[in-house]
């Protein structure tokens, strides 16, 4: 069982950056990433990466450019640097994790954490 806690959401200016963080208080390696909700939405993908740190990395074009993903195995944690960030980055962001870095970036990754509301308002 793999338990996911995400953290760093709050509520932030247009322009703004933000970075959020997910730890994983057991050891794991599985393919990481985030997907965000906004509200009566459905769940998107945001960024994924492969198991270790220098894995590659993808991203739905909302956030190319803006946004970086990372991991550091040896503190358990991914992030989501977000950058420049705009009102319709208004969700809750979600990480999840599976074995299957594909079933990530669909939404269909086994774990997932309870999410961060993530709010970008003037």
């Known amino acids: 069982q793999v338990q996911l806690v995400e953290s760093g959401g709050g509520l932030l200016q247009p322009g703004g950056p933000l970075r959020l963080s997910c730890s994983a208080p057991?050891?794991?390696?599985?393919?990481t990433g985030w997907l965000g909700q906004a509200a009566g939405q459905e769940r998107e993908f945001v960024a994924a990466?492969?198991?270790?740190?220098?894995?590659?990395?993808y991203y739905a074009d909302s956030g190319q450019g803006r946004f970086t993903i990372s991991r550091d195995n040896d503190k358990n944690t991914l992030y989501l640097q977000m950058n420049n960030l705009k009102s319709e980055d208004t969700a809750v962001y979600y990480c999840?994790?599976?074995?299957?870095?594909?079933?990530?970036?669909?939404?269909?990754?086994?774990?997932w954490g309870q999410g961060t509301q993530v709010t970008v308002s003037s």
């Open positions: 057991g050891r794991t390696f599985y393919p």
């Open positions: 990466i492969g198991w270790w740190s220098g894995s590659s990395t």
């Open positions: 999840s994790a599976d074995r299957r870095l594909e079933f990530v970036r669909a939404g269909r990754g086994d774990y």
